[in-house]
């Protein structure tokens, strides 16, 4: 079964509705309600406690840390944080879940009716509900191959038993992969500027689960849903999310009803498999965990919450384009992480003229990062570095034809600006009758551009700025050399 045996005009016919579950893991120092080390990639089975493991008479005690990154989560997604939550035990069983119940919240979440707001392919915004972020602790880990005996057993790791999460729960809003795509790119970035989760998905403390439906374009009802579960990385969300959609419809065109069920997204074949039968809400048996009190969330806590929020993403771009006129692909390099937007912006600050800071690091070192497949960290030029070419430049004290050449042998020799600048000290003519002669000469080799200089196109006095600089292997100082040029040109 693929895509090409829908015609255009078949998909077409119908709408997808795709709403997400996102999982994040919450980066405090020690577990949900135990004192363990919340920490990845330790020696198996080292991190557990009785009250991690479920063991009898044991009870938990909340982390107060995790209230916090969970709050914040909530107020950067744009939800209403309630006063009084309740965790619940949400039961069953899974040989990594020994207490055979997680603790999570059910009918009274940490938070609701928030938002996000994505860009759409024709330019606009679209913006995505957000049902509920609630929180809740994770189960261990079976490991099912790579260890010695995994041909015969399954083994596990209850390391994880008990970390920290926030499950975010959006709204059936999104109607294309590409949507879906987004909402993931934003929700991850908001989350990362908070500082609440790595969102590493190879480590598994960001997942999602996709739930996907089509109906008859203009149908007042959702078609039967499918989750996609557990898709380790937002490509595979998306390419995951378009199988379905066509997979449903391919169903619903040979006059079969799509089933509500869990299927697992295969990569190596682009395609997903039915995993079992969709649990309901009831089939968990929720009720109140009666070892935990309701968590009131204070109004005073909130407001310290509050003060912890940094400037989001989508402002900070905002912000950035009006400071430093940039453009919104430039923005969006510069506040790629926050720590580098951080660093970019302490920088500029200490410069003569931080839009030049910016543009010395978009066109000279990201232009060659790019060219090299590098990435930032690996730039040989520090901020500093930047910083310094880029007051050199706007002192006039170097050509931008000698930064580039500058520029160029940090590159090439993997040197940071001011040590190469130290070693090189671009020679500037700044003699103004050598830089004169250099400008007779330019004038008396181009009598039509003088002729068009001196019938009113004044910019054209640019072409001689730029064939004068040549001519002295960019070496002429700037602010005099354009002084000099416009004099001879209008004597
Ligand atoms: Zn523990």
Redesign the pocket.
Known sequence: MSAATLSPEILAKYEPVIGLEVHVQLLTAS?AF???ANKFGVEPNT???P???GLPGALPVLNEKAVEFAALASMALNCQVRERSIFARKNYFYPDLPKGYQISQFDKPLAELGWIDVPTADGGIKRIGITRLHMEEDAGKSIHDGLADSANHTSLDLNRC?TPLAEIVSEPDMRTPDEAWEYLTRLKEILLYCGVSDCNMEEGSLRCDANVSVRLKGAPQFGTKAEVKNVNSFRYVRAGIQYEIERQIEVIEAGGRVIQESRLWNAAEGRTYSMRSKEQAHDYRYFPEPDLPPLIVSAEFLEETRKKLPELPEARRARMIAEYELAAKDAATLTVTREFADRFEAAAKTARNPRRVANVLLSEVGGRLNALGLEQEQSPVSMEGIVLAADLLDEDKISSKQLKQLFDVCFEKNEDFAAVYEREKPQQITDASALEALIDGVIAANPRQVEQYRGGKKTVAGFFVGQVMKASKGQANPALLNELVVKKLEG
């Open positions: 577990k135990c004192g363990c991190n557990v406690c009250v991690c493991l008990g």
